[in-house]
């Protein structure tokens, strides 16, 4: 018997689908603080956030590097042609960490 993969992904899709889709009248939702937390002294935290044209399919990331009184020590932009999201994230950390590295953290 002869299956194709399409199907076979479709039918786990929906089968996720079911099994985690909310009951009607609960909210799976929670609320999460999100904070900057110091790095210690001598350290630096890396800041970066990248974005996609969906349209062109052009990349590029910026960031900066604070230190533990946050203050902004350094900071990059990239254009980084046509790619994906997960290309966006991770060259953003890529670079970010480039320069801590050369910066000598």
């Not at 199907?7 to 099994?19: L, V």
């Not at 001598?42 to 533990?68: E, F, H, M, W």
Request: glycine fraction near 12%; include cysteine.
């Amino acid at each position: 018997m002869h299956v194709e993969p399409r199907q076979i992904i479709c039918q786990y899709a929906e089968e996720w689908y079911s099994a985690n889709k909310p009951i009607i009248g609960i909210s799976n939702q929670t609320l999460t603080q999100l904070s900057w937390n110091r790095p210690n002294l001598g350290g630096c935290k890396i800041n970066s956030d990248g974005s996609r044209n969906n349209t062109t399919g052009q990349i590029g990331v910026v960031g900066v590097l604070r230190d533990a009184t946050s203050a902004w020590l350094k900071g990059y932009y990239v254009n980084l042609g046509i790619g994906s999201v997960l290309e966006v994230e991770l060259l953003g950390i890529f670079w970010g960490l480039s320069l801590a590295w050369d910066s000598g953290f």
